[in-house]
T-cell receptor, first 109, second 115 residues
Framework: GQNIDQPTEMTATEGAIVQINCTYQTSGFNGLFWYQQHAGEAPTFLSY??LDGLEEKGRFSSFLSRSKGYSYLLLKELQMKDSASYLC??????????WGAGTKLIIKP | ETGVTQTPRHLVMGMTNKKSLKCEQH?????MYWYKQSAKKPLELMFVYNFKEQTENNSVPSRFSPECPNSSHLFLHLHTLQPEDSALYLCASSQDGQGDYNEQFFGPGTRLTVL
């Protein structure tokens, strides 16, 4: 079966760094997406990885290891507005996204 | 501003009612999606339309009926729903339904409560 695993909830301190992990098992693989979703709002795209390695985009970076079926999202210099759910999704061989349940990130002052 | 709008934002309906959800995208995309989001569960893909043709129906009960009159509009017709259908219904669009880097843009969702 197809499956995405990510932690349910994480807590971090303003100004710190947090890493949100995601493991995936899919029928075929066409890339890994990270989305951010604030409470009551639409998910918004953060990153896409299809090759192994680290992609950096400002305070956010995303890493992929295809051989391990593993990705992480790294958030630096945390701000209160980063409190949100972070959704990991892997694209399977049919180009459909298989979604994780999301990681709720709580930022404390 | 995501370019994908959904109406209504909130809907309360009885089990015998008939209602419709509407989604419109202003991005020139060719693929549109309906998802169901329940608390603490992964997004569940319901339907996919690619160039107005339905390409995916994930074993969704017949009380949910999609309609895609053109590439910019997507409807979800609801009839005889159950309380467990209460959830956030999200619409999304992408350039097309095939291809690897196919970022999906989401609407704000319709919060549905079935009494």
């Amino acid at each position: 079966g197809q499956n995405i695993d990510q932690p349910t909830e994480m807590t971090a301190t303003e100004g710190a760094i947090v890493q949100i992990n995601c493991t995936y098992q899919t029928s075929g693989f066409n890339g890994l997406f990270w989305y951010q979703q604030h409470a009551g709002e639409a998910p918004t795209f953060l990153s896409y990885n299809v090759l192994d390695g680290l992609e950096e985009k400002g305070r956010f970076s995303s890493f992929l290891s295809r051989s391990k079926g593993y990705s992480y999202l790294l958030l630096k210099e945390l701000q209160m507005k980063d409190s949100a759910s972070y959704l990991c999704a892997a694209m399977d061989s049919n180009y459909q996204l298989i979604w994780g349940a999301g990681t709720k990130l709580i930022i404390k002052p | 501003e995501t370019g994908v709008t959904q109406t209504p934002r909130h809907l309360v309906m009885g089990m015998t009612n008939k209602k419709s959800l509407k989604c419109e995208q202003h991005l020139g995309h060719n693929a549109m999606y309906w998802y169901k989001q329940s608390a603490k569960k992964p997004l569940e893909l319901m339907f996919v339309y690619n160039f107005k043709e339905q390409t995916e129906n994930n074993s969704v009960p017949s009380r949910f009926s999609p309609e895609c009159p053109n590439s910019s509009h997507l409807f979800l017709h609801l009839h005889t729903l159950q309380p467990e259908d209460s959830a956030l219904y999200l619409c999304a669009s992408s350039q097309d339904g095939q291809g690897d880097y196919n970022e999906q843009f989401f609407g704000p969702g319709t919060r549905l409560t079935v009494l």
